[in-house]
Structure formats: structure tokens, C-alpha cells
């Protein structure tokens, strides 16, 4: 059973930075796609950016620059370093596995539960 957990999550400062690691576990043998999301109450959840296990990465327009997503293959864990956090940063993020090879077959859409980033002075 494959299972993924964020953490690093926590309350910063405008300006400020936190670093977000998301593991998945379980009989994984490789995972395509590793990405980050977030969801503001009352608002739609987006992609936050994403990166492939050859370490093709891409970013929405509102955090690049800012934001770096990274991975460790061998951990099967994705990071993602949030610098120069803004107000408009605050949200639930949740990473996302896809393309997920297990001794079954290959799967995809595995969420794990989120962790709240807040920045406020």
C-alpha cells in the first residue's frame, strides 16, 4: 500500500522561508512524477509546481522565482523550499504522486493529507 506524508509546514513571516518535504512509502519500486499543490479557503486547488524523475521541473507563474521543488529518488521523497513567502502563500499544501510503479502495475493519483503553511505578521 502506498501512503505519502508532508510535513514542514508551520506559521512564517512575510519574507520568511520554510522547506516542505512530502515521503511516499510502500512497495514502490519508482514514481514518475512527484508535484505540490495548495488550496486557499474559497478558492480552487493549484498546481504549485512539479518535477518528473529525470528532474524536468516546471512552476506557476505566482511562486517562480521563489519556490524550488527537488527530489531524492532513492528516499522517494519530493521537497519544496518556499523563499520570499507572501501573504497570498498561505494554504493547505498537498503533494501528489503519479506514474507510481509498484510490483503490481503502475498507478497514479496519490495524495497525501496536506500541511498548512500561514504567512502573517
Known amino acids: 500500500q502506498v501512503q505519502l506524508v508532508e510535513s514542514g509546514g508551520g506559521l512564517v513571516q512575510p519574507g520568511g522561508s520554510l522547506r516542505l518535504s512530502c515521503a511516499a512509502s510502500?512497495?514502490?519500486?519508482?514514481?514518475?512524477?512527484m508535484g505540490w499543490y495548495r488550496q486557499a479557503p474559497g478558492k480552487e486547488r493549484e498546481l504549485v509546481a512539479t518535477i518528473t524523475r529525470g528532474g524536468s521541473t516546471m512552476y506557476s507563474d505566482s511562486v517562480k522565482g521563489r519556490f524550488t521543488i527537488s527530489r531524492d529518488n532513492a528516499k522517494n521523497t519530493v521537497y519544496l523550499q518556499m523563499n520570499s513567502l507572501k501573504p497570498g502563500d498561505t494554504a493547505v499544501y498537498s503533494c501528489?504522486?503519479?506514474?507510481?510503479?509498484?510490483?503490481?502495475?503502475?498507478?497514479?493519483?496519490?495524495w497525501g493529507q496536506g500541511t498548512q503553511v500561514t504567512v502573517s505578521s
Open positions: 510502500g512497495s514502490i519500486i519508482s514514481i514518475n512524477y
Open positions: 501528489n504522486a503519479d506514474g507510481v510503479k509498484t510490483g503490481w502495475g503502475t498507478f497514479g493519483a496519490y
